[in-house]
């Protein structure tokens, strides 16, 4: 999902190639912030105001993206939001809550796919012959990836704390151990097609890919992937 590769095209088809553009940027934007708040808002929900302290309570982009994490995503396709602050020990149940709070992130992408594929699954606008479709479908693309990647279950992405949050309580500490070479694996997956050709990460990521687009706009294809 390398944005970058779209560019020597842009003199074929530059109206097609900056509307990529532009829902690349507005779907890093509204999917990063709205997943970092969600977190923020499932915590505060739950008792843990921790977020709210901090000032990441706010769908305000400025509280949640990460500068480089953001020159990473254009450039290179793998980056990241600044993390949300939370902490489920202060809710009644803190390993439901680390669960729940770890789901909001990658959910609310869902929610931001299934709004913007409505027109295309309702076939008011086909992405095949608009561009407005182009963007929509883009949208769906993106944020499909960014709640599929999330949910994997590797330190430090919410899949890892959903992981944690439903194994036996001695299974999960032993698990917890992992986390300091999740970052590490994670950078190794991401890196691997660079040197083998293979994309161990897709490979995962695919049906998961299909599934969620096919119920967003009606077709398991993607612009991006």
Known sequence: M??????????EAP?????????????????????????????????DHT?????????????HLDPMGALMILFVGFGWAK?????????????????????GGPLSNLVIAFIAGLPLRLGVIDPSTSLVGVFLASVVSLNVTLAVFNLLPLAPLDGFRV?????????????????????????????????????????????????FNQLAMGTRGGIFG
Do not use: C, K
């Open 163 to 211: 992981l944690v949050g439903l194994l036996p309580p001695d299974l999960a500490r032993v698990v917890s151990r992992y986390e300091q070479w999740g970052p590490g694996l994670l950078m190794l997956l991401f890196f691997l097609p660079f040197i083998t050709g293979y994309n161990p990460l897709f490979t995962v990521m695919n049906p998961l890919l299909g599934f």
């Open 2 to 11: 390398v944005l970058l590769r779209y560019l020597p095209h842009i003199t």
């Open 51 to 63: 977020a709210r302290r901090f000032g990441r309570l706010t769908l305000n982009p400025r509280a």
């Open 83 to 103: 993390p949300t602050p939370v902490n489920p020990y202060n809710t009644p149940r803190p390993r439901l809550s680390m669960v729940l709070i770890a789901l």
């Open 15 to 47: 109206a097609l190639v900056l509307t990529i553009i532009l829902a690349f940027v507005v779907s890093m934007l509204v999917g990063l912030s709205f997943h970092e708040f969600s977190h923020a808002a499932v915590a505060d929900r739950l008792g």
